[in-house]
């Protein structure tokens, strides 16, 4: 069984280094129990290239089916419930900045002084997100349900979000209550991606009625673009949570996106691996509690 949970972490971070770091060893220890791994399975299961190690195809076919089997076995034995109180946690969560505004002051508020020796850390969502899962460098991404998850992945919703338009408040269209799809295509926006690879939603709504949106400004975040607004005829295309930031500046105006710029729901993402462990479980319930006293 330990070899087995050895093998685990070691497919999981693909360095030597880095597994006898998580599994508490040194590093002539590790490579000791890669070897007896190596002997026990009559293969090489890590293979050292130019860009570091890859597993050959025994090792991906023993870390899909421990990635099965761990979490099974781990219910079997029965771990205690997580006391939030009195244990201590860490926790990794990469979103973009739209959801941490939605869920960090819930979490602050109600949740967090509940759990005084819990840790959370937020870092800001990348196309690398999924592989860090697999890698274990994150316990849970918060993404839009219209990315790519791999099927091995578990996926949960956590609340479903609106478009507005927010506006300068001296802007030609300040005293709108709706944007028309007219109007929205004939202005220039300041847009919010997180790379120039993925297409946002706004962009694939437009897109889906055979239209593409002209936007001067491009930034990774909600809160960069809100502030850009100002002394602009910019229109910046944002969701509810971000749009109670814009309320409450007097120089800005919001009003409703176009019908065709539907809405989305936000999911959460974890390995399978965490799927019943305590903490992980109570982290999950933390955040689809806090999803749920979201008022958008």
Same mark, same amino acid.
Request: aromatic share 8%; glycine share 4%; hydrophobic share 45%.
């Given at each position: ?101 939605? &869920? ?28 860090? &899962? ?18 091995? &992945?578990?996926?949960? /919703?956590? !609340?479903?979000?609106?478009? !507005? ?12 209550? /709706?944007?028309?799809?007219?109007? !929205? ?112």
């Amino acid at each position: 069984m330990n070899l087995l949970v050895a093998f685990a972490v070691f497919a999981e971070e693909l360095s030597v280094t880095a597994a006898a770091n998580r599994l508490l060893l040194s590093q002539s220890a590790a490579s000791r129990t890669l070897d007896r791994l190596r002997v026990l399975f009559e293969d090489d299961l890590m293979i050292r290239g130019s860009k570091g190690y890859s597993l050959t195809p025994v090792g991906v076919r023993l870390q899909e089916k421990l990635n099965v089997l761990l979490p099974k076995i781990e219910g079997l034995i029965g771990r205690p419930q997580f006391s939030p109180e009195k244990e201590e946690a860490r926790f990794r969560i990469a979103a973009p900045d739209n959801v941490a505004t939605a &869920l960090c002051p819930i979490l602050c508020r109600d949740v967090l002084p509940k759990a005084p020796r819990v840790e959370v850390t937020f870092v800001s969502w990348s196309l690398s997100a999924n592989a860090e &899962l697999d890698q274990g460098r994150l316990d849970l991404a918060l993404s839009n349900d219209e990315m790519l998850v791999p099927r091995h &992945l578990q996926t949960a /919703t956590l !609340y479903q979000e609106r478009f !507005y338009c927010v506006v300068w408040s001296g802007s030609r269209f300040a005293k709108q209550k /709706t944007m028309s799809l007219d109007r !929205y295509l004939a202005a220039e926006h300041i847009a919010v991606a997180f790379d120039d690879v993925v297409q946002s939603i706004p962009d694939k709504r437009v897109a889906a009625v055979g239209e593409r949106r002209r936007w001067a400004l491009r930034v990774p975040y909600f809160g960069v673009a809100i502030a850009c607004l100002p002394q602009t005829q910019l229109v910046l295309t944002a969701t509810a949570s971000m749009v109670q930031m814009a309320r409450a500046n007097p120089e800005l105006r919001v009003m409703d996106a176009p019908s065709e710029i539907a809405p989305f729901s936000f999911q959460m993402v974890w390995h399978p691996r965490l799927s019943s462990d305590p903490a992980h479980n109570w982290l999950r319930e933390q955040m689809l509690w806090a999803s749920g006293q979201l008022a958008l």
